[in-house]
């Protein structure tokens, strides 16, 4: 008879007759490793308490607490443990009474071994058959808690509207619309399938992270760069450990603060520009040319130096730092039309009807005087501030244009005088050239070495408009 069932059970023996209390418990342990013993009822029950018993083997007669009591009590503790009751009577009442409070096996004196065994394999067999059912009620428990928490955890990413993804067991279990709307979908099912490809979303370039491998304790740090399928986008990603039913995952969000980046940059670029404009106005005798404000600054220092060598100034090195301060890392053109996609290039090669009908609007501006011709104008503007808004290199430009736009909205048009109208329709004209020389040389021809060629020239256009509406350009000269 096997007794594998048996033997990793603890089974709790009550029997106040010591002859054959020890020896029923030497033959229990040559079958089963965990064998309680108690000489009566009392004792019993405490030991009960104190141990996890798997079955009860007790006699009936047994002083300070009979079986059938110690039974009641530890019924009331746990209903489903498992009884063999051992007894040298067999009239009715003990019988009758075993049955009520839900003993299993009855067993008659003197015991035979062979049947207490098979009596015990009955029973370990019903007590691992509810091991087992206990194992797979949870189990389904489980998996229903599981389920529903992703569904929750779905639904609650959806609602967000910042791209979020979940990783669970090294994979990408889930993903909110808003992150699937930032990728194109060969990316995203890609990503979706082999999350060693996650890094691949990132674009590797401008000084921030290029993997999320590198995330930091620090979220003010964890700063990257994505591919859209417009352009490109800044976020700040915040991790966050979290559970999805019993297992461990990752949540990530991914928050857009690509215009607060870029307006730190407008920002840098205008003090930049401020510097170089106060330089040319103070330290340059002749007109300030077009192309005189397409050279670098250095140059534009050293030809200054050679004009009149008998002139002489100092800048601080802050100064000196600003006026020297490029962008790091460079583009060639060609590089980065490879890059974006070709809905982007149409809607750039739109600019050319802009350029023309703004150039137009200008003309008669200047023209004809007629300042009601402003509000067509900053229409154009705001469009072609549009399309520069599409690529995220060239969203101060954007802003530049934006803040112009505003200025030409708040204005009081009634202080626009004939002079005033001819030197704004000027430094506008030079806008919409430098427009078409960006559009041209980087787009059509793409031959230029750097994409950020015409940045400075660009805002150092903006910022004479700016001033101009604002009447500060006659104090900035003085």
């Known amino acids: 008879m096997s007794t594998n069932l048996i033997k990793g059970l603890t089974i709790l023996y009550a029997e106040d007759e010591e002859p054959i209390r020890v020896l029923v418990e030497k033959r229990l342990k040559r079958v089963c490793e965990n064998v309680l013993v108690g000489a009566d009822g009392e004792e019993g029950l405490e030991l009960f308490k104190k141990n996890r018993v798997d079955i009860i083997v007790t006699d009936i007669s047994m002083p300070k607490m009979d079986g059938l009591s110690m039974i009641s009590k530890i019924k009331e503790i746990n209903s489903d443990i498992p009884i063999i009751l051992t007894t040298a009577h067999s009239d009715e009442e003990h019988f009758l009474d075993s049955i009520e409070i839900g003993v299993d096996k009855y067993i008659i004196k003197p015991i035979k071994f062979d049947a207490l065994i098979n009596a015990l394999e009955k029973l370990a067999q019903l007590v691992r058959d509810r091991e087992l059912a206990k194992e797979y009620e949870k189990k389904i428990i489980e998996d229903r808690v599981n389920e529903a928490t992703k569904d929750i955890t779905k639904k609650l990413l959806d609602a967000s509207p910042n791209p979020t993804f979940v990783i669970l067991n090294r994979e990408i279990k889930f993903f909110n619309r808003a992150f699937a709307e930032i990728l194109e979908s060969e990316l995203l099912e890609l990503v979706s399938k082999d999350i060693t490809k996650l890094d691949e979303i990132i674009f590797k370039k401008g000084g921030y992270l290029d993997s999320f491998d590198n995330l930091d304790d620090d979220i003010s740090t964890n700063i990257i760069s994505i591919k859209q399928n417009r352009g490109r986008k800044i976020y700040k990603v915040t991790p966050k450990n979290i559970k999805i039913g019993s297992e461990d995952a990752t949540l990530f969000t991914l928050n857009d603060i690509t215009l607060l980046e870029y307006q730190k940059l407008k920002i840098e670029n205008y003090s930049s520009l401020l510097e170089g404009y106060i330089f040319d106005v103070k330290y340059k005798k002749r007109e300030i040319t077009t192309e005189d404000k397409k050279l670098p600054l250095e140059e534009r220092i050293e030809e200054s130096t050679q004009e009149d060598k008998r002139e002489k ?11 020297r301060r490029s ?38 501006l200047q023209e004809s005087n007629d300042v009601t011709i402003i509000t067509l104008i900053e229409q154009k503007l705001s469009r072609i501030g549009a399309v520069f808004n599409i690529l995220i290199e060239f969203r101060d430009l954007a802003y530049a244009i934006e803040q112009l736009v505003e200025l030409f909205r708040d204005i009081d048009r009634s202080t626009f005088d004939e002079a005033k109208i001819k030197k704004i329709s000027i430094y506008l004209k030079a806008i919409v050239e430098e427009v078409k020389s960006w559009r041209e040389t980087i787009f059509v021809n793409q031959d230029a070495i750097d994409i950020h060629y015409l940045d400075a020239s660009f805002f150092s256009s903006c910022l004479q408009v700016e001033l101009e509406l604002n009447n500060k350009s006659s104090k900035i000269e003085q």
């Open 313 to 323: 100034f100092s800048l601080s090195g802050e100064s000196m730092a600003i006026l």
């Open 327 to 364: 962008h790091e890392h460079k583009t060639s053109a060609k590089e980065y039309v490879d890059e974006i996609g070709e809905e982007t290039i149409e809607q750039i090669q739109e600019l050319e009807e802009l350029e023309n009908e703004l150039f137009d609007y200008i003309q008669t």
